[in-house]
């Protein structure tokens, strides 16, 4: 049971630049999420989705869409990157919120 | 204003100490209450949910006070191993935590 897995652990891309994280859970939750932590600032709720098939914004969706492939699987992607968007992003599933690892994202 | 709100800390206490530190938050219809724990580059772990008539895990309280609308978490005989950064969340409907910014404590030998 892997719980929550993330990829990639690390990512430094330039301004413009796009990239996909993935999330996948093995825990049969309907309910995903994508947060971002910033210092000073706390987790906040960038999408989630409610169940397969669901999604809708949180706190700051601008410049995200997300993809929920399956009941696994979550995924989040930034099309055109951009330096605010530096930050450490994590996955997670349920609403007791069951985190994965995290990716640290760098955008220069 | 922000949703939920945290004393950044950070808290310095010696092994053995007890220490207490809030949370508050603003959305009076706020349903669920929770404590998690950070270890420094890590992700957060839910250390506990926080019920309206209180409840301890070990060296862990957890209060609510529904009426000035906030939460508490006080540990007592605090080991080094307690270092760590405790965040409140707190939701209103099924699906939406919002987490406050962390309370760092740190446990000196």
């Known amino acids: 049971n892997a719980g929550v897995t993330q990829t990639p652990k690390f990512q430094v891309l330039k301004t413009g630049q796009s990239m996909t994280l993935q999330c996948a859970q093995d825990m049969n939750h309907n309910s995903m999420y994508w947060y971002r932590q910033d210092p000073g600032m706390g987790l906040r709720l960038i999408y989630y989705s409610a169940s397969e098939g669901t999604t809708d914004k949180g706190e700051v969706p601008n410049g995200y869409n997300v993809s929920r492939l399956n009941k696994r699987e979550f995924s989040l992607r930034l099309e055109s990157a951009a330096p605010s968007q530096t930050s450490v992003y994590f996955c997670?599933?349920?609403?007791?919120?069951?985190f994965g690892p995290g990716t640290r994202l760098t955008v220069l | 204003r922000k949703e939920v709100e945290q004393d950044p800390g950070p808290f310095n206490v010696p092994e053995g100490a007890t220490v207490a530190f809030n949370c508050t938050y603003s959305n009076s219809a706020s349903q669920s209450f929770f404590w998690y724990r950070q270890d420094c580059r890590k992700e957060p772990k839910l250390l506990m949910s926080v019920y309206s008539s209180g409840n301890e895990d070990g060296r862990f309280t957890a209060q609510l006070n529904r009426a000035s609308q906030y939460i508490s978490l006080l540990i007592r005989d605090s080991k080094l191993s307690d270092s760590a950064t405790y965040l409140c969340?707190?939701?209103?409907?099924?699906?939406?935590?919002?987490f406050g910014a962390g309370t760092t404590v740190t446990v000196r030998a």
């Open positions: 969340a707190v939701n209103w409907n099924d699906y939406k935590l919002s």
């Open positions: 997670a599933s349920s609403a007791r919120v069951f």
